[in-house]
């Protein structure tokens, strides 16, 4: 980015049950999720092409996971990235639960796949 580049803000669209990351207004990425009980099941992240090489994804997640501290939910790490950043980020293994396949049942059932 270059020093004239805005800088990215992360917000929650609970409606949607994603956060997303904008550069300059302009969405540039998103991490999903389903909740449930007091979990916070991510499934998916993208960062659109053109914003790319940005450091994006990680303040992406990191700022939704602190999110999830916040608010007094659990994570439970499907999506690959998600799960990729807890490995390197340690502060937030006092809240995660491991993926099982009964977790993975119900995203689906939950996600209609």
Known sequence: MSEQS??????????????EILVADQRAGLTAYRDRDDRRVFFHTEVDEAYAGQGLASILVEQALTDVRASGLRIV?????????????????DITDPVTPEVLEWLDARLGR
Do not use: G, M
Not at 6 to 19: C, E, F, I, S
Not at 77 to 93: I, N
């Open 77 to 93: 790490p499907v999506c690959p990235y998600v799960a990729k950043f807890l490995k390197k980020h340690e502060e937030f293994a």
């Open 6 to 19: 805005a800088t990215p803000v992360v917000r929650h669209v609970d409606a949607r049950h994603r956060y």
